[in-house]
């Protein structure tokens, strides 16, 4: 080989580092900047790799050098991929994850290369139509002609007769005829499109003067161009989706991308919909339920500058996105922004870097922020927008504690007195009510009545939940299921197993029999298995096809349903026990966005929660709804133990096969814990579902203060143990359980 350019090119593997690739005679002429897509081999396969360079970490990381690995045999680049690099900016983000995370770059780049790994073999090339500059009046005009020629005006992009017919509803020969007369030209594809651009101005709702203002200033932060975090924050139905509406024109106006990232999938339906409504076409959708090829073509068309509005899932932050304007973090308190998995990062807070790396503005959406933000908005790291009123003069539930000691349901069951009444007179009025319950399944625990032995998972410590539907107990960690038993496994008496406490399937039951007239709608993810289940059930819903629904979390997100006056809330202590030093602040969340399906519209809402600790401060605070002072409160609690937002804060895992090994490691570790001022590590101690898959785990909690960098220590402190493969630890920093 006669080149001697030899280039690092980083794979999607946990690979600390690039490989090195020498560039072959045939290639010389290419540049190869830093992003270049190319294949190159590995073992005996063929790999898509990119071409890397060192980039900034986080400010104070900087991660010790791996030994130069001692190059064997250099094997050449065998291609470079027709589609243009991956942008710097997604570059740097890629590194700065990695390093934040503690995780390797390339596993970081394969969730980024995750719409394109099948890119090579299925590239073809395909043709569209645009619109000639033949005048019109030479043909005889028809309705389906004039749709044609209408849609296609101005605009630059062929588009396919398999997407015209579909989209315009014409038959493919009205276009060969139109082609024919020389009114459309044949043009080869840039892609194969089906992305149109919205149109900012379709449909501009009149935003009131609260609303008006807020979304004047995040047009601003957008016009700006520069990194700024932004919280926007009002109570449920205020209007907060109307306002960063009106930011994601502006950005469309000024021909940037836009970035929207929901907390579920099953959100996305309705607020596809509302965007439609607004920008006259649909936003490209990012997240796991999309096939290869829809992957593909979006992953493509983002890299092209050919979207500019996408809504997705977490991962959506690892797109290519060349223009990226404005990214906007709805519903930012979920919990389900933090990826668990694999690579463990919150995508809240990873949308923030991904903003300051583009320079772009991000925008926090919620009633019930997190902590972390609202902290970070009262000492004015973000600005704060505020909207105090529902929209349309709605107003805000009546929320009201039903104590189940003055007031309990009948005797095995679950519904209570005046919960029963108030259901009554709402449905009777012709209006919609929701039963909420935070757990799926019939019972949460099946016990026996003769010896008391309780039904277990044998792979977790979890109890088997019992599933009627399916005539199932099942392990809600691991997915693990027997049939549910006739006699007692451990006595063996017959007939003695029972049900305790509720699950959803067991108040639907229960709201069969009490309100048998009811048209009952069960919302869960065992109900709604795709996007589509949920559309429909939504659907239902708006149709007023159903008056009662019954759901778990899946209902408390950020739906709008304007016929629901009524939510009754089955166990609002549910989330209250266990050790979890954030259980108050996530039951506040859940529970006020459960409320907040209340009377969006005319008919003013109730909310009542059944509760045994009518007086702890989570109810004291959902009925006075005063959510931030609240927190405020926590806040001073959490600074007082430098926990988070005050402290920086590091979960250590150590999973083995046997508790011994897990013990062992975990113990190693705690012996060699770093001693240093302003750094503590707690435990080890059973990590939170001490059993998992049968992986044992046993759990150190690092927290430091504020101004200590805490990868730096982790990674010299993990390394100082040697543990066996079987051994694993992973490392969660900022856990959200702790
Ligand atoms: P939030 O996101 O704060 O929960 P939404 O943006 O969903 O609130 O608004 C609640 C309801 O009020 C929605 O049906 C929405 O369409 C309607 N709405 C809000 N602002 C306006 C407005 N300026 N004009 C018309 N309808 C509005
Ligand atoms: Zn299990």
Not at 75 to 88: F, G, N
Not at 109 to 114: E, F, G, T, V
Not at 459 to 474: G, I, P, Y
Not at 548 to 559: D, Y
């Amino acid at each position: 080989m006669s080149s001697s350019r030899i280039l690092p090119v980083l794979l999607p593997y946990p690979f600390k580092e690039p490989f090195y690739y020498q560039v072959p005679p045939e290639l010389e002429y290419e540049a190869f900047i830093p992003g270049t897509l190319v294949m190159v081999p590995l073992g005996n396969r063929e790999e898509i790799g990119v071409i890397w360079e060192k980039h900034q970490l986080p400010k104070g990381i900087s991660l010790p050098e791996e030994a130069p690995k001692k190059i064997k045999k250099i094997k050449p680049i065998l291609s470079t991929l027709s589609v243009p690099p991956l942008p710097a900016i997604l570059l740097q983000f890629i590194d700065w994850v990695a390093a934040y995370t503690l995780s390797s770059p390339g596993m970081v780049l394969a969730i980024a290369l995750r719409g394109i790994q099948t890119y090579a073999s299925t590239n073809t090339a395909k043709t569209g139509w645009i619109l000639s500059d033949l005048s019109t009046n030479t043909i005889r005009m028809t309705p389906a002609r004039e749709k044609i020629i209408q849609f296609l005006k101005g605009k630059e992009i062929p588009f396919t007769t398999k997407f015209l017919s579909e989209a315009l509803t014409v038959t493919s020969s009205v276009i060969q005829g139109l082609a024919k007369a020389g009114i459309l030209e044949e043009r080869l594809l840039p892609y194969h499109s089906t992305f149109l651009e919205p149109d900012p101005s379709f449909h501009i709702p009149q935003l009131s003067e609260d609303q008006q203002k807020a979304a004047d200033f995040l047009s601003k932060k957008v016009e700006d161009k520069q990194f700024s975090v932004t919280l926007l924050q009002g109570v449920t139905g205020s209007g907060k989706t109307e306002v960063y509406m009106q930011a994601i024109a502006t950005c469309i106006e000024q021909e940037q991308q836009v970035l929207i990232l929901l907390p579920e999938i099953a959100l996305s339906s309705q607020w596809v919909e509302r965007f439609e409504k607004r920008f006259g076409v649909k936003p490209a959708l990012w997240h796991s339920d999309l096939s290869n090829k829809q992957r593909k073509l979006t992953w493509q068309a983002v890299i092209k500058n050919e979207v500019s509005v996408l809504v997705g899932a977490r991962s959506a932050l690892f797109l290519p996105f060349t223009h990226l304007g404005l990214i906007i973090i709805d519903e930012e308190h979920e919990t389900s922004f933090k990826q668990e998995e694999g690579i463990i990062y919150h995508a809240r807070d990873m949308a923030i870097v991904r903003a300051r790396l583009s320079n772009c503005p991000a925008v926090l959406v919620s009633a019930t922020p997190s902590l972390e933000t609202l902290t970070n908005a009262y000492h004015n790291k973000y600005h704060h927008l505020t909207l105090s009123a529902r929209h349309g003069g709605a107003s805000m539930p009546d929320v009201q504690v039903v104590d189940l000691r003055a007031t309990p349901p009948h005797r095995g069951l679950f519904l209570s007195p005046p919960l029963i009444t108030a259901t009554q007179q709402r449905l009777e009025k012709g209006e919609q009510v929701l039963f909420f319950l935070n757990r799926r399944g019939y019972a949460p625990l099946t016990l026996c009545r003769a010896c008391g032995h309780r039904l277990e998972c044998p792979h977790c410590s979890a109890w088997l939940v019992e599933h009627r539907s399916t005539q199932r107990l099942v392990c809600h960690h691991c997915d693990y299921f027997i049939p549910i038993p006739k006699e007692c496994p451990h006595c063996s008496t017959p007939d003695s197993m029972v049900p305790i406490g509720p699950g959803i399937e067991r108040i639907t039951e229960e709201a069969r029999a009490t309100f048998p007239d009811a048209k009952i709608l069960v919302m869960s993810s065992d109900s709604l298995t795709s996007s589509k289940a949920t559309a429909e059930a939504i659907r239902q819903i708006d149709q007023k096809e159903v008056n009662l629904i019954i759901g778990t979390q899946i209902v408390a997100k950020g739906w709008h349903f304007p016929f629901l006056t009524l939510v009754g809330v089955i166990d609002a202590d549910l989330g209250l026990s266990g050790a979890d030093l954030r259980a108050s602040e996530k039951t506040l969340q859940l529970l006020h966005q459960v409320g907040g399906r209340a009377g969006r519209a005319q008919s003013p809402g109730i909310v009542m929660l059944q509760s045994y600790l009518s007086d702890h401060p989570v109810m004291e605070t959902l009925v006075k709804g005063d959510f931030n002072e609240f927190m405020l409160q926590e806040a001073a609690e959490r600074q007082m133990g430098f926990w988070p937002p005050y402290g920086r804060l590091a979960a250590i895992i150590v999973s083995a096969d046997t508790n011994e090994e897990a013990m062992q490691i975990a113990y190693e570790l705690g012996q060699n814990a770093p001693q240093m001022e302003g750094v503590i590590v707690l435990g080890p101690a059973p990590a939170p579902l001490a059993l998992l898959r049968n992986r044992y785990r046993q759990r150190l909690l690092l927290r430091t203060q504020k101004h200590i960098a805490i990868q730096p220590i982790l990674h010299q402190w993990l390394s100082s143990v040697k543990a066996k493969k079987s051994v694993k630890i992973d490392v969660d920093i900022d856990p959200i359980s702790f």
